[in-house]
């Protein structure tokens, strides 16, 4: 290979990987914080997406997930987790817990009610006290 073949599979390379970091990347990543009363609260604003849109917490502690959706579009209306059967109407310009007790580690998606908007919920395993 000479420099420009070179170059031309490097650049390639950085160009597929800048795509799926795109598409697939994890924008934010936040711990949750825990409460006095042991509840793992966080806030998430919910403009075009979630963010944050990667939210790690415990097994087996009361999670409470602060929407607040700033924005009218109706995309982000409603905010769905699946695998914990929950489903809320999220008005705009208010915020809107979402609470429940992740039971078990694994990682759990939340969507919007038309499955565009992503967000992740990573539930670790309880820690050992
Ligand atoms: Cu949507």
């Known amino acids: ?5 070179i170059v031309v599979v490097v650049s390639g390379i950085a160009l597929v990987a800048l795509v799926l970091w795109y598409f697939f990347g994890e924008r934010e990543r936040v711990a ?30 009361p999670v409470r997930l602060n929407f607040y959706r700033d ?3 109706s995309c982000s209306e409603r905010v769905v987790f699946g695998d ?22 694994g990682e759990f998606t939340w969507t919007c009610g038309m499955n565009m908007m992503r967000g992740k919920l990573v539930v670790e395993p309880p820690t050992d006290a």
Not at 47 to 59: H, I, L, M, N, T
């Open 32 to 61: 949750a914080r825990v409460e006095n009363d042991g509840v793992q609260e966080i806030d998430i604003t919910v403009k075009g997406g979630y963010s944050p849109d990667v939210v790690v917490v415990r097994a087996g502690a």
């Open 71 to 73: 924005e009218t579009a």
């Open 1 to 5: 290979m000479d420099t420009t073949e």
């Open 84 to 105: 914990f059967r929950i489903a809320r109407e999220l008005p705009a310009f208010e915020t809107t817990p979402v609470e429940f007790t992740p039971e078990r580690a």
